[in-house]
């Protein structure tokens, strides 16, 4: 079975900072996905980023993005320039390549931009 | 434009008296899921459709049913609800190796 850490349970930064959240994730599977979910308060749940486990290449979407380690097994993401809109709860996930399509989610980090 | 919808957004019901929560989607994906999370938790997956196919964990008390009568509906029956079944709800679409669309959530209180 597949499991999902984030050791940070809650962080928070100064608004224009950068802050990087962290995730590691046990599997025996070499093709899988991982993806970074954010949840605001009150407010209901969306991807942040997507990252296929046989691409080399590190996720970007704009001011985020992933440092992908494979051989660790290691999942971080990178805010830059954080606004306070990116105050939320951030799920950090692992899908499988094979068989059924379900998400292992760790147990999140609670971010706080403050102005 | 919500693509996944939950309804009621807050369900209040009594100890014991049977609640049905609703989801629609409009992004016709084949495969739709129903979360269960508790205040400051991660969502914890109680069973998932692929196409008309259920999928029910392992651990989700017999208390908790799903009916999918189409693509577009899927509703979560708690037959007798418990002072623990408290929670936020989650409806999430998904179709393939990608991202689950989530709805915004019903926030059930038991009484």
């Known amino acids: 079975a597949q499991t999902v850490t984030q050791s940070q349970p809650e962080m928070s930064v100064q608004e224009a900072e950068t802050v990087t959240l962290s995730c590691t994730y046990d599997?025996?599977?070499?093709?899988?996905?991982l993806f970074w979910y954010k949840q605001p308060p009150s407010r209901q749940m969306i991807l942040v980023i997507r990252q296929e486990a046989y691409k080399q290449q590190n996720a970007t979407e704009n001011r985020f993005s992933v440092n992908f380690q494979k051989a660790a097994k290691s999942f971080s993401l990178k805010i830059s320039d954080s606004q306070l809109g990116d105050t939320a709860m951030y799920f950090c996930?692992?899908?499988?390549?094979?068989?059924?399509?379900?998400?292992?989610f760790g147990t999140g980090t609670r971010l706080t931009i403050i102005p | 434009d919500a693509m996944v919808i939950q309804n009621p957004r807050y369900q209040v019901t009594q100890f014991g008296k049977p609640v049905t929560l609703s989801c629609s989607q409009t992004l016709n994906h084949n495969v739709m899921y129903w979360y269960q999370q508790k205040s400051s938790q991660a969502p914890k997956l109680l069973f998932h459709y692929y196409d008309k196919d259920f999928n029910n964990e392992a651990d989700t008390p017999d208390n908790f049913q799903s009916r999918r009568p189409n693509t577009s509906f899927c509703f979560l029956d708690i037959r007798s609800p418990g002072l623990g079944d408290a929670a936020m709800y989650l409806c999430?679409?998904?179709?393939?190796?990608?991202?689950?669309?989530f709805g915004a959530g019903t926030r059930l209180s038991v009484l």
């Open positions: 599997t025996s599977e070499n093709n899988y996905y």
């Open positions: 996930a692992f899908m499988t390549d094979f068989g059924n399509e379900k998400l292992t």
């Open positions: 999430a679409t998904g179709h393939g190796k990608n991202i689950q669309y």
